[in-house]
């Protein structure tokens, strides 16, 4: 298992971020390395979305965790031919409301498990570019809930 975390201060209510997460055709305008998402079915808890990254490839998603409005949380998962199903994502968004600044702290947490020992030796190469990538998020994130 692959961790990946950063957290930002957001100066907007938790309300206004969490307008901005919980929707999947959100997902491009602030989550970086996504261009296209869109809800297969379903709402909240259990629902099913496609997301397509941004160097092509198109994930299913589940949402695995979501608690209105502080948490939400999708495993994505491999799929296609040579796909092996242990190969899974699960990236959460955690909001909690700061009353002392008026704003929210907001958590991106990204958990990757590797298909075998060479995919997880790459993935930890990448590690300071999926960081740069869940700050820009933060960066983009903050600028969509400040305009609301």
Excluded: C, N
Excluded at 1 to 12: G, Q
Excluded at 29 to 55: I, K, P, T, Y
């Amino acid at each position: 298992m692959i961790l990946v975390e950063r957290s930002a201060h957001v100066m907007a209510p938790v309300e206004a971020v969490w307008g901005v997460v919980q929707r999947a055709e959100q997902l491009p305008a602030w989550l970086a390395g996504v261009r296209a998402a869109e809800v297969l079915s379903g709402e909240g808890f259990g629902r099913r979305q496609l997301v397509q990254a941004g160097r092509g490839a198109a994930h299913e998603a589940e949402v695995i965790a979501y608690q209105e409005p502080t948490l939400i949380g999708w495993r994505e998962r491999a799929k296609g031919a040579g796909a092996r199903a242990e190969a899974r994502t699960e990236i959460y968004v955690q909001l909690t409301p700061d009353e002392e600044e008026s704003g929210t702290i907001v958590r991106l947490i990204v958990v990757r498990w590797p298909a075998g020992p060479v995919k997880a030796a790459l993935l930890r190469l990448g590690l300071r570019r999926v960081g740069a990538d869940l700050e820009d998020s933060l960066a983009r994130l903050t600028d969509l809930a400040a305009v609301g």
